[in-house]
C-alpha cells in the first residue's frame, strides 16, 4: 500500500546514481550542492519538488480517486503513462519523457508497482500494465525478491509492493520465480521473524532486511508484507468478515504459506497499535519516539485487507483526530488515508470532519466532470490547489513521521509499539 518508502535512502539513491542498497544509503550525505528541483508539470499532483516521489504520488492520487468513484483528469493519467520507459519500467521521476531511458536511468521498482496498481485500476491500459509487469519480472533477484534499486540486495519493502502489483495485474506470485528458481514468496518470507524471534511480542513482524545479520522488526515492512501475503494491493474492497487479530500461530503449522504469514503480521500490527492507538518511530535527531502517522495508516490498510477491521478501529479513529496537518496538500498521504478509510467501511468524505477526497482532488487537475479547477481553502482565504507540505528531507536520513511504504512509511525508522 504502503507502498513504504525511506525518503532519504530514495534521495540518496538517484542523486549518488549508486547501485548500493536503499538501506546501507539512508546513512549518506547527498552533494552539497543540490542543484535547484525541477518544475513540477501541469499534469502531476501535489506542488513539490517530485524527483524522488512524482510516479508514486501520481499512482497513489489516481488510484485512490479510481477506488472512490472519482473518474481522474485525463491530463494526470496521461502525465503517468509518459513516465514509463520503453522497457516497461519507471523511474521515480523524469523530467522530460521524451529524452528516451537509457543506461544511466535510475530505475525505481516501487514506482513501477505502484504505476501497475494505479493503471490496472483504472482500465484501459493493458499493454503499458503488461510491459510493467515483465520488466519487474526480469529484475527479480535470485533469491525472489526484489530492491528498490535493481540489483541491489533485497528488501521486504520492494518485495512486497512488487508482489501486491503482480498479483493485481493477475499474476500468482508463487509462480512468479528467479533464475535460481526461488519463488517471490520465498523471497519475502525470509524477512519474517519467526516463532524463535524474542522478544516474543516481534513475532510475526517483518524486518526491511537483516541488520547485522538478525531480522528487526519494523512495521512499514510489515505491512507492505501483510498485503503480499493476502495477495492484495493498496485498493482493498471492504469486507464483511471482522475478527480480532491473533499473534502469529506458533509453533508454526506451514511456515511457507504466505496468507498465514500475512496474518502473523497482522497479529503483531494489532498488538503494536494498541498501547497508544497509534504506532510510534525515533526520527532522525531526535531521541525520544513520536507518533508515527504514515506506518498507521499502513497499518490499519494492512488490517482491513486481512479482516481484522476491529483491531484497526482505534487507530482509525486516532487519524480521524490527528492525520489532517501531516496529509495536508501531499497527494500521497491523503490518497493512502482515502484508501484506508474505503478499506475499514469508512466514509473518507467525512473523515474526522475532513473531505479527504476534495483535499485529494484539489492538489491536482480537477478530475473528470468536475465544474471549476479544485481549489483549496485555508483559514477561511481560498488560494490554488497544490499547498503541499514537505514530507521529507533529503541528506538528514528523515521523512518526518510520514509513511510511504507501500505506500507512505519510513523503511529505516526504528518502530516501537
Known sequence: MNVRRSAAALAASAVLCVGAAPAALAD?????SPSAPPAVPDGLYGKNDPTYDGVWRQSFALLAQDTVGVKPS???MSWLVGQQCQNGGFASFRV????ACDANTMYDTNATAAAVQALQALGGHDAAVKKSVDWLKSVQNEDGGWSYVPGSPSDADSTGVVISALSVAGEKAAEVRSKAGKSAYDGLLTFQLGCAAEPAADRGAFAYQPADGKLV??????AAAALAGLGKGAAVVPSAENTPAAPLACPAANAADPAAAAQGAAGYLAEALKKDGHL?????GADQPTPDT???VDAVLALAAAGHKESAAGALKWLEANSAEWAKGSPAALGTLVLAAHA????PKSFGGTDLVAALNATGPAPQGADTEATEV???EEKPSGGQNVWWIIGTGAAAGVGIGILLSGRRKKNHS
Open 217 to 222: 522488526a519494523n512495521a512499514s515492512s510489515t
Open 96 to 99: 522530460n519523457p521524451a529524452v
Open 294 to 296: 504514515g506506518n498507521t
Open 74 to 76: 485525463v491530463k494526470a
Open 28 to 32: 549518506t550525505a547527498p552533494p552539497a
Open 344 to 347: 475499514t467501511g469508512s466514509d
Open 280 to 284: 510510534m518511530a525515533v526520527t532522525p
Open 378 to 380: 485555508d483559514g477561511g
